[in-house]
């Protein structure tokens, strides 16, 4: 019997380990994808005239993809559409896999230089030639750009297309301002303060954020004062990861100082490390807040929510006069490595940023500022809007250069598990303004290096 | 337990004809050479077997594997040796993980399993009127509802202006109230509640059913000896309880340990990293970081640590009789 046994679990050992055998060699094994260099294009493609079929793959909740693709289909009957939709958070965890072994032809994407290293994405350097994209607002495109291999953001060739460019800064609550007597908006970052503690005193929460949970929205109002305390060249070279750079400057010091002096004013509400953004989203609009730092993307549904009640305002710098800067950020979409459609996919990325039927689309639909060249016609919007401010805001923007990409898309990670714990950290008073901007940078140099 | 319970003396192998000796007795007739070859038996086993080999053993292989790599998920790996491992106990972020599991056995395991005894044997007491049917129900709920839905109701009652709040503001505790998700201090006990809460039901159904399973003559003996009810809990209802219990604090401190949903939906680890536990930064470093073998290597830690806790459990809580 014992002997038997030992032949049984013998069998069993070289059964399973066979089995198991099938998983050996090093993970990751598909050979390299080759780098796509973008070659450049005879004539500038199009769908042509056969039925296609074009696959995306898209953010639910935003309505705007889908309006455009159902005008394209309109315009453009040969084309077709198969759309699949998840929320940012799932697309961000599945993006690689997806643009690996599902290729769609249009894909939402998060920050793209992950994707460039592996090289999933198409190089659209021939289609930015061939359509003329390149005599655009350099900026518009800058943030979707990386250098061979996907080490630095920021510069070399282009791997997505903006469906437009949002826009962030301060709405208000334009019947609480009246009652504390705020006729215009604050010109400076002392003005502003003043706002702040007088809305205070009438028992009106001065500011209204979220922090709770993975996203820590206080990284809003901390990069606004971070670029009314200095220019935002740094902060973007800090975002594209250009050697040497670092979040951890004198002005940034600064800036999160002021922060951690409006967490102790009781600025914000007391639990904000449990407000999500929707919650954020519903207290301000039920007239809960004064401000509320946030971007454009929501000025076409708070027009809708209170009409009329709603302002929209750039940070103010410190200084009076100074220049502006804003976060600013295309809505990325990326055509995969491997797309059967890439030219088509090329095509509509094109038209929505120069068909002025899109381009309407795109501001009355999506509350952005469209992509394409600075002379293209502006669909016209109704001037008391909260559209309209945030609207022009974009254009003093792109006059003050103070374009910047959002703090925490400076790697996949640095978010969720760097900015977010740190600020959540800081409105408990356990962490400082010192120790916040160490433990980010430290965090962000390892994160650089590892991945 | 040297008590023989009449269980075991029916039962007892050793005093019954067993499937054994019918074998003895018939085996001469057939003779040794018309045996059914012993391999006839793996053939059965087998779709089981192969299963079992491909939806749990490999891929608990291929994470063994993945842990001694530094990979991105897609892109070509390098070889990390046991670096992940050593940087899993020696990251304070990555080690506060595990301690926060281990916090939340207090709340997952010890809460139910103590309150599920008390609840169980007042159930038994009024097993007859209607209330028990009710009581029972009730506490079952929470395994029904799927675990997203109860991280989500319990979030709105524990937020700031939630149902929690608006009582303890009633009853003039205003000065507690807080957003208890929110709070670094309150925010791992929190979702510890919301745990217990779940495992409560199941603890006491599964009690409750092996008190059905005691010799109530037991009871009778000790009542005529002049134990009262307290000394009936502690010296029939407990003992005889045992493996029941074990198999709750087995089933409870697993799923404190590999906690990921009601954290997910709740807290998604904060505020800080207050609720972080291993299962969800497990989740974190493979798709967000996308550093699978750091995952991998904090996934096969939290095996052997379940394992290390869970089989001492067993042991302690086996039946000796047998």
């Known amino acids: 019997m014992p002997r038997r046994t030992r032949w049984n679990r013998a069998a069993l050992a070289v059964v399973m380990g066979g089995t198991l055998a099938a998983g050996c060699g090093a993970p990751g094994g598909d050979a390299p994808r080759p780098e796509d260099t973008g070659a450049s294009l005879s004539a500038a493609p199009t769908c042509g005239t056969e039925p296609v079929t074009l696959n995306a793959y898209i953010e639910t909740g935003f309505p705007l993809p889908k309006e455009l693709s159902t005008e394209f289909s309109k315009q453009y009957p040969n084309v077709k559409w198969n759309i699949r939709e998840d929320q940012f958070a799932v697309i961000t965890q599945n993006a690689p896999r997806v643009l690996a072994d599902d290729p769609p032809d249009l894909m939402r994407l998060p920050q793209v230089s992950e994707l460039v290293k592996n090289n999933l994405l198409k190089n659209l350097d021939g289609y930015a030639k061939a359509f003329g994209w390149d005599s655009w607002p350099a900026s518009q495109l800058e943030q979707m750009r990386m250098t061979p291999g996907g080490k630095t953001r920021g510069e070399g060739s282009l791997y997505a297309m903006g469906l437009n460019f949002s826009m962030t800064g301060v709405f208000y609550n334009k019947k609480l301002a009246e009652k504390i007597g705020m006729s215009s908006p604050p010109a400076t970052l002392a003005e502003l303060d003043d706002v702040l503690a007088k809305a205070k005193s009438a028992g009106i929460t001065p500011i209204a954020q979220f922090n709770g949970g993975a996203t820590g929205g206080l990284a809003f109002p901390l990069q606004d004062l971070m670029a009314a305390y200095g220019p935002p060249g740094p902060i973007n070279d800090w975002i594209y990861q250009k050697p040497g750079a670092t979040i951890d400057t004198p002005t940034n010091l600064q800036a999160t100082r002021h922060l951690e002096k409006w967490i102790k004013a009781g600025y914000f509400w007391k639990d904000v490390n449990a407000v999500d953004y929707a919650t954020m989203m519903s207290r301000f609009i039920k007239g809960d807040g004064l401000f509320m730092f946030n971007g454009d993307w929501e000025s076409g549904n708070l027009d809708k929510q209170m009409p009329g009640d709603v302002g929209f305002f750039l940070m103010p710098p410190a200084q009076q006069g100074g220049k502006q800067a804003a976060m600013s950020a295309p809505l990325t979409f990326g055509i995969s490595s491997r797309a059967k459609n890439a030219d088509c996919a090329a095509f509509f990325l094109n038209w929505v940023a120069t068909n002025p039927k899109a381009r309407e689309i795109g501001v009355k639909v999506g509350g952005s500022h469209p992509m394409g060249p600075a002379d293209a016609p502006m669909p016209e919007v109704g001037k008391d809007t909260v559209t309209a401010s945030t609207l022009a805001a974009g254009a003093k923007i792109a006059e003050d250069n103070g374009a910047m990409d959002f703090i925490a898309n400076a790697t996949g990670a640095i978010y969720a598990k760097s900015w977010t714990p740190q600020l959540q950290k800081l409105v408990a008073g356990q962490q400082t303004p010192e120790g916040l901007l160490k433990s980010v940078q430290s965090d962000y140099e390892s994160q650089v290096k590892g991945s | ?322």
Not at chain 2, 193 to 212: D, Y
Not at chain 2, 219 to 227: H, L, P, Q, T, V
Not at chain 2, 268 to 276: C, E, K, S, V
């Open chain 2, 1 to 322: 337990m040297t008590r023989p319970t009449p269980d075991s003396v029916v039962a007892s192998p050793a005093t019954r004809p067993g499937p054994a000796a019918v074998t003895r007795k018939r085996s001469p007739a057939r003779g040794a050479g018309l045996r059914t070859p012993r391999w006839v038996g793996w053939l059965f086993v087998a779709p089981a077997l192969a299963v079992y080999a491909v939806f749990v053993l490999r891929p608990i292989a291929l994470t063994i594997q993945y842990s001694m790599y530094r990979w991105d998920g897609i892109g070509p790996s390098t070889w990390a040796g046991l670096g992940n491992y050593v940087k899993v106990f020696t990251d304070p972020d990555l080690f506060a993980t595990i301690l926060n599991a281990v916090k939340l056995i207090v709340f997952f395991s010890a809460i139910p399993v103590v309150l599920g005894l008390a609840i169980a044997s007042t159930i038994r007491r009024i097993a007859t009127s209607r209330l028990a049917l009710v009581a029972r129900t009730v506490l079952f709920l929470p395994q029904v509802i799927p675990l997203v839905a109860a991280g989500i109701a319990w979030s709105w009652l524990l937020s700031s202006s939630g149902l929690v709040n608006q009582l303890l503001t009633y009853v003039g505790l205003g000065g507690v109230a807080r957003a208890w998700l929110g709070d670094f201090s309150t925010a791992l006990p929190a979702v510890g509640v919301i745990g217990a809460w779940v495992l409560l039901g199941l603890c006491t159904i599964l009690l409750l059913s092996g008190m059905s399973k005691i010799d109530p003559a037991l009871y009778e003996a000790a009542r005529m000896d002049g134990a009262g009810p307290l000394r009936e809990f502690v010296s029939i209802t407990v003992p005889s309880l045992r493996q029941e219990i074990g198999v709750c604090v087995t089933v409870t401190v697993i799923a404190a340990l590999a906690s990921f949903d009601i954290v997910y939906v709740s807290t998604q680890g904060g505020p800080g990293n207050a609720t972080m536990v291993p299962g969800l930064e497990i989740y974190y470093l493979a798709f967000s970081e996308r550093q699978v073998g750091m995952a991998s290597a904090l996934a096969v830690v939290l095996m052997v640590l379940v394992i290390l806790v869970a089989l001492p459990i067993q042991w302690l809580t086996r039946d000796r009789t047998s």
